[in-house]
């Protein structure tokens, strides 16, 4: 069983290129401007013009908040993203020789391959993940829903663990963040229910008779 890794890079940031510096020179300073009235003859102090470079108390409050995000805008931001993510494997943008690449594996190669996608947060490796799914078994058959699923454990101190999975007709999704060290009870024993399934195991493997299983870890 051939297993092949998956590396998506961030996307190369665009070049920064620095502004070119100004050198302004500094205003003379402004002498003291006496003021003498004639009836008291008190003489009052007028302040001098506060110098261009230096900044209020009130400009400062405002650079903070204008620095910080909100949540609000950051909800926004993602919902954009989740909203215009790709779906197929020929749309993607970033990374997209390796999407290729993956596209033409799933049209000409009906073997059953193990796939390990790595890869920093954010860089669309569970995007990549759903539309390498969508090409293999199309897009009606990954309608997912939500479960809590027991995982019998062989063998260990605790009988047994409950955890949530999402599941379609054609693939199975878990967190293994969620499997409390039991990870590889958990993998096996999908794979084996998989296989008890299997009406005819002799035969060559075909996308209408597999199952993926979609396994993710948060690191």
């Known amino acids: 069983m051939q297993t092949n890794i998956v590396v998506l890079p961030p996307p190369p940031a665009p070049p920064i290129t620095s502004p070119p510096k100004l050198s302004i020179p500094s205003p003379p300073p402004t002498p003291l401007i006496l003021q003498t009235s004639l009836q008291d003859e008190e003489i009052e102090a007028v302040p001098l013009p506060a110098s261009p470079t230096q900044t209020t108390e009130d400009e400062k409050d405002t650079t903070k908040e204008q620095d910080i995000t909100s949540p609000e805008q950051k909800d926004k931001r993602f919902k954009w993203a989740d909203k215009y993510r ?22 000409t190669d009906s073997s059953n391959r193990h796939y390990i996608f790595a890869g920093q947060p954010g860089v669309g490796k569970r995007t990549m993940i759903f539309a390498l799914l969508r090409e293999v078994f199309g897009h009606d058959k990954l309608q997912a829903r939500k479960k809590c699923k027991v995982f019998y454990l062989k063998g260990e101190a605790v009988p047994s663990i409950q955890v949530n999975v999402k599941e379609s ?51």
């Open 86 to 107: 790709p779906n197929a494997l020929k749309d993607f943008l970033c990374n997209r020789n390796t999407a290729l690449e993956l596209k033409a594996l799933a049209e």
């Open 169 to 219: 007709k054609k693939h199975v999704e878990i967190n293994l963040s969620e499997t409390k060290g039991y990870e590889k009870h958990v993998i096996v024993e999908l794979i084996n229910e998989r296989k008890h399934k299997a009406s005819i195991r002799s035969a060559p493997c075909h996308p209408e008779d597999c199952k993926g299983i979609t396994s993710f870890c948060n690191l």
